[in-house]
């Protein structure tokens, strides 16, 4: 028998937490949308994928793994708009 999932609530996240993920996700979701602009004219199949796509990846979330990934970065004393083609690069593998 295996014991239920164990889930955090964002909102119980100390002040600090929630202060950083508010900085960082906006420019993580622009840096995503860039990542997926999809040059298909509507109609096309190919464009059907890259709706799909753009479904998958930027829907509601906390992006937890690009914001560790700007945090790593900044610790290592480096900036934001450094670490964005690697935290796009994590969050879309």
């Given at each position: 028998m295996t014991a239920p999932a164990v889930t955090i609530d964002p909102r119980s996240a100390p002040a600090v937490v929630a202060?950083?993920?508010?900085?960082?996700?906006?420019?993580?979701?622009?840096?995503?949308?860039?990542?997926?602009?999809?040059?298909?004219a509507a109609g096309d199949p190919a464009a059907r994928l890259g709706e799909a796509m753009r479904y998958?990846?930027?829907?509601?979330?906390?992006?937890?793994?690009?914001?560790?990934?700007?945090?790593?970065?900044?610790?290592?004393?480096?900036?934001?708009?450094?670490?964005?083609?690697a935290a796009c690069a994590i969050e879309l593998c």
């Open positions: 202060d950083f993920l508010a900085r960082v996700r906006p420019p993580i979701d622009a840096a995503l949308e860039g990542c997926l602009a999809w040059p298909h998958a990846v930027l829907g509601p979330g906390k992006r937890l793994r690009p914001a560790l990934t700007v945090a790593a970065c900044e610790a290592a004393g480096g900036t934001l708009e450094g670490a964005l083609p």
